[in-house]
């Protein structure tokens, strides 16, 4: 079973910054993508930013240029540097892992930002 467990969220004004990390623990093997979603009340889960194996690294068209996705292979982890945070990035943000044992997601972890 592979478990991952996100870290960092919370209640920020418009224009500061945040740092998410999620971490992989478990039988972890052939990492095909990890990354982030994120979820609005009353919208769908919507692609943040991820790494592939391609390797290529996607972000969501609403987050370029703010946002930036890093990883530490040694500890099974990836980050999500938010810089200019906006209003509109309230959400619950996911980490999720495309394994060659199938894709999971972790429990989500609560972004604010109030204006």
């Known amino acids: 079973q592979v478990q991952l467990v996100e870290s960092g969220g919370g209640l920020v004004q418009a224009g500061e910054s945040l740092r998410l990390s999620c971490a992989a623990s478990?039988?972890?093997?052939?990492?095909?993508?990890m990354g982030w979603y994120r979820q609005a009340p009353g919208k769908q889960r919507e692609l943040v930013a991820v790494?592939?194996?391609?390797?290529?690294?996607i972000y969501g068209d609403s987050v370029k240029g703010r946002f930036t996705i890093s990883r530490d292979n040694a500890k099974n982890t990836v980050y999500l540097e938010m810089n200019m945070l906006k209003p509109e990035d309230t959400a619950v943000y996911y980490c999720?892992?495309?394994?060659?044992?199938?894709?999971?997601w972790g429990q989500g972890t609560q972004v604010t930002v109030s204006s």
């Open positions: 999720t892992a495309n394994l060659l044992s199938g894709d999971y």
């Open positions: 478990g039988r972890i093997s052939g990492i095909n993508a």
């Open positions: 790494f592939t194996s391609g390797p290529r690294t």
